[in-house]
């Protein structure tokens, strides 16, 4: 058989990536490492295995396997960096959590230290308080945190310490307490002293010893009350004193003590009157012994007497003092009585020598004595005594009648006295309205022995006695008088709106009345008087003028005067008729002939004043004492001059006319015109 020789032609094989895997290689280095080294190196080998089973052609086999070569240096350079980054962080994850419990082991530690130290300042402080439970509790809870720390374990220990001081202090004070109750005060001592030796700063102790104290002090008060109760019983009156005020000393707010030793010092009182009583009766001093008596009897015999026949303790000393009394008392009443028949007969006596005075003091004696027997006499009716009741009750019906006879007696002697006075004041008030003619003062004197002659007429009066009416109506008479001589007349407009006992005429003056002041004007006259009342002046006497120049309106112008010869012309008028009148002369001066001057003029002499067109009103005075008179006008003194005689009558005329004949337009106002003794208000 014919070997047939062929050729076998191959195909070509295809190119790999080796390019590629070499650029993925060498990227893998540059960036995107965990991206390009796993694909360099996967597609490197891959591609290598691919060249040996001659699917690929090998040309490429170098740069394959330099991309291969260098895809897995940088894969296990990524997975080397993986690894040792994986063991930083465990590494750093397991620092991270030691120190996280390291710190929450230092919380941990200092929460616990802080919760310690509050149980322990807690404890403290509750042992500081003596609240032994709380500071028990909150200490256990500070050592079971730190068992071992020293300072809660010496506060355990100091609280325990304290519990068994205080369990030893409180069974003290309940036994001292139980002695208390059962008052066994000793023991209850003995308790509380143990107790104060364990704790005597402890409140409970103080308190304790107080209530021992004050039930001692009830005991002691107790007993003195007891003793003085049983003193006074007996009649034993200093020895019950001292110990009800020993008691008081004790507790001095409380009432028995001082209600009995009030009572106590009224008895002894009550016996030290009825000693000094009875010596004082035995000197036949009988005015004394009835007040030395007199407290025995409101004790023992009066009203007082009620308050002890109430407590059964005063009844044996109330008793004997009654019965060393009584008697006295019956004593002093007779002598009183006969005292008061003596003074009966002084007054007697002394009334028909008109001696009044004395016969109404002698009466008021002798009533006043008879009264304090029958007021003895009757105390002593309920009591036993020597005399017999009968003869009691008959001496105080007869002392009852003769009061009442003495009482009669006294009333006419009073009447006859008050007559008798109010006469001799009428004399005496008439030899003072004498001596006034010289010396004004005087006229006091007189008034005040008029006024009391009247006064004790008028008391005389309301005993219905005629004589005294007539008296009383001289007396009321002879105050007038007086009353006119001391001010004989006083005109003030501004206190009334008309003139009485004054002499003027109406068409030549007119009152003028407003809210604010009243005054009398004159009109359009050429002379216009007002005369006063005809009075008898006192010897010293104060004259006083208020007035004014008014215009028709009755406005001010008091600066006008000048113009007006003898605008106002005052004159007072002597009793006498060989007596020249005093005349004082306001107006223009005659003298001056260049010039109109206001002046005023006493008699011969002229003082030179222009008035005071200031003021609402011109204010002048003349003053007397002892014959010299002084004339002020505005309170300035303008003259001093003698002045003898008396006087009756005071004459204001005002001349309206001015000088040269011309009609008047400036009037006169008078606002007040007084007379007064000197020294009268």
């Known amino acids: ?170 069974a003290a004070l309940q036994e001292a307490a139980q002695a208390l109750a059962a008052k066994d005060l000793p023991q209850a001592r003995q308790k509380l002293a143990a107790a104060t030796n364990i704790q005597a700063a402890d409140v409970r102790v103080i308190a304790m010893g107080k ?129 008061g028949e003596t003074r009966k007969g002084k007054a007697q006596a002394a009334t028909k020598k008109n001696e009044h005075s004395v016969a109404v003091a002698e009466y008021d004696g002798a009533r006043q004595a008879l009264t304090q027997a029958k007021d003895f006499v009757q105390a002593i009716t309920s009591f036993a005594a020597k005399e017999t009741v009968d003869e009691i009750k008959k001496r105080a019906m007869v002392l009852g009648v003769e009061i009442a006879v003495l009482s009669s ?54 005993f219905k006695d005629t004589d005294a009416e007539t008296g009383f109506e001289k007396a009321q008479d002879a105050c007038a008088q007086v009353a006119k001589l001391i001010r004989p007349f006083h005109l003030d407009f501004t206190e009334q709106k008309e003139l009485t006992r004054w002499t003027f005429a109406k068409n030549e003056w007119v009152l003028h009345f407003s809210n604010e002041q009243n005054w009398m004007q004159g009109v359009n006259v050429a002379t216009a008087p007002v005369l006063s009342p005809i009075v008898e002046f006192p010897v010293d006497f104060d004259l006083a003028l208020r007035f004014a120049m008014v215009d028709a309106n009755g406005n001010s112008q008091n600066d006008s005067w000048k113009h007006f010869p003898e605008f106002l012309t005052l004159t007072i008028t002597p009793k006498g008729k060989d007596s020249a009148p005093l005349s004082i002369v306001l107006g223009n001066d005659p003298t001056s002939k260049l010039q109109d001057i206001a002046h005023i003029a006493v008699g011969a002499k002229r003082f030179a004043f222009a008035g005071d067109k200031k003021a609402g009103w011109i204010s002048l005075g003349l003053v007397r004492r002892q014959g010299t008179a002084t004339l002020t006008v505005q309170e300035k003194e303008i003259s001093t001059f003698a002045v003898a005689g008396d006087f009756q009558q005071l004459a204001l005329r005002v001349k309206n006319a001015r000088a040269g004949g011309l009609q008047p337009n400036t009037f006169l106002a008078i606002y007040a015109v007084s007379l007064k003794m000197h020294g009268d208000k």
């Open 211 to 339: 209530q021992l104290r004050d039930a001692e002090d009830e005991a002691v008060f107790a007993k003195n009350v007891e003793d003085g109760d049983r003193a006074l019983g007996k009649a034993e009156l200093p020895k019950a004193l001292g110990h009800f005020q020993n008691a008081k000393s004790i507790r001095p707010d409380r009432a028995k003590p001082q209600e009995t030793i009030a009572a106590i010092q009224a008895l002894q009182s009550a016996r030290t009157s009825l000693n000094a009583a009875m010596a004082s009766l035995d000197q036949k001093q009988i005015p004394q012994a009835h007040g030395q008596a007199k407290t025995t009897r409101d004790i023992v015999l009066g009203e007082s007497r009620k308050k002890f026949d109430d407590d059964k303790r005063y009844a044996v000393a109330l008793n004997k003092l009654t019965e060393d009394a009584a008697p006295i008392l019956w004593q002093i009443a007779k002598e009183l009585h006969q005292l």
């Open 409 to 462: 007696l006294k009333e006419k002697a009073t009447v006859l006295d008050l007559r008798q006075k109010g006469d001799d004041l009428l004399k005496e008030g008439s030899v003072q309205l004498t001596l006034a003619k010289k010396d004004s003062s005087h006229l006091r004197k007189a008034a005040s022995a008029f006024a009391n002659a009247q006064k004790s007429f008028d008391a005389a009066r309301q």
């Open 1 to 170: 058989m014919q070997q047939e020789n062929t050729i076998e032609v191959s195909r070509p094989l295809p190119e790999g990536n080796g390019g590629m895997i070499l650029v993925f290689g060498i990227l893998s280095f540059l960036f995107c490492a965990p991206i390009f080294g796993p694909l360099a190196w996967i597609m490197g080998a891959s591609e290598l295995r691919a060249i040996r089973n001659r699917k690929i052609n090998e040309n490429g086999r170098g740069i394959t396997l330099a991309g291969t070569t260098l895809g897995i240096i940088s894969s296990v350079l990524i997975l080397a960096g993986l690894v040792i980054w994986f063991s930083l962080f465990l590494i750093a994850a397991a620092a991270t959590n030691l120190r996280i419990q390291r710190q929450q082991e230092v919380q941990e530690q200092l929460a616990r230290s802080e919760e310690f130290q509050v149980h322990l300042e807690r404890g403290e402080q509750a042992l500081a308080n003596g609240n032994f439970k709380e500071a028990e509790i909150a200490l256990s809870k500070a050592i079971r945190l730190f068992p071992d720390n020293v300072r809660a374990k010496a506060n355990m220990a100091s609280l325990k310490t304290r519990l068994e001081t205080k369990r030893q202090l409180d």
